[in-house]
T-cell receptor
Framework: DTEVTQTPKHLVMGMTNKKSLKCEQHMGHRAMYWYKQKAKKPPELMFVYSYEKLSINESVPSRFSPECPNSSLLNLHLHALQPEDSALYLC?????????????FGQGTRLTVV | QKEVEQDPGPLSVPEGAIVSLNCTYSNSAFQYFMWYRQYSRKGPELLMYTYSSGNKEDGRFTAQVDKSSKYISLFIRDSQPSDSATYLCAMKGYGQNFVFGPGTRLSVLP
């Protein structure tokens, strides 16, 4: 099983709303990632969690707040977003963040901020 | 110079053709190389993973890595309309983040 599950698949939120994106994997992977992808662009790294600890934050605005409750779950809390934050948000996981390991992606959450 | 270069296409081929997709890179520390297929509005799907130089074959797909030239390729044999997608190369070195190419849009015409 190489599945990374993301919910919800689609989300429309106002600029004053608070919402959360969820990601789950049961492959025993200890590195989990959030990426943002705009149309016709490659994924851009936002956050990396390694062994449930935040190891990389790519200068992401504080209106995005990641959380890793356990080794299988990853959340992205959203608050006071802007219309330009509309994008496909992808979760990925890999066995570990260092060394020989490929990353598996979820199907993404398509976020629209109105 | 970008760290990973990839022709964005679009690349249009007739059904049954052999497709060649390529990426070049500048970071000699990259050791792990991946190809992803991404359908419109979906997440990237891992197709091939290769460590260091060499070839790897899986069904209709062959991945090649030439570290001396800093060049990787994905070949698709007997291409099908269902292969129409964006193909992303990705690579990383030990202790480094994944770096993606911009992707090549492929259309296989029936």
């Amino acid at each position: 099983d190489t599945e990374v599950t993301q919910t919800p698949k689609h989300l429309v939120m106002g600029m004053t709303n608070k919402k959360s994106l969820k990601c789950e994997q049961h492959m025993g992977h200890r590195a989990m990632y959030w990426y943002k992808q705009k149309a016709k662009k490659p994924p851009e790294l936002m956050f990396v969690y390694s062994y449930e600890k935040l190891s990389i934050n790519e200068s992401v605005p504080s209106r995005f707040s990641p959380e890793c409750p356990n080794s299988s779950l990853l959340n992205l809390h959203l608050h006071a977003l802007q219309p330009e934050d509309s994008a496909l948000y992808l979760c990925a996981s890999s066995l570990r963040d260092r060394g020989s390991t490929e990353a598996f992606f979820g199907q993404g959450t398509r976020l629209t901020v109105v | 110079q970008k760290e990973v270069e990839q022709d964005p296409g679009p690349l249009s081929v007739p059904e049954g053709a052999i497709v060649s997709l390529n990426c070049t890179y500048s970071n000699s520390a990259f050791q792990y190389f991946m190809w992803y297929r991404q359908y419109s509005r979906k997440g990237p799907e891992l197709l091939m993973y290769t460590y260091s130089s060499g070839n790897k074959e899986d069904g209709r797909f062959t991945a090649q890595v030439d570290k001396s030239s800093k060049y990787i390729s994905l070949f698709i044999r007997d291409s099908q309309p269902s292969d129409s997608a964006t193909y992303l190369c990705a690579m990383k070195g030990y202790g480094q983040n994944f770096v993606f190419g911009p992707g090549t849009r492929l259309s296989v015409l029936p």
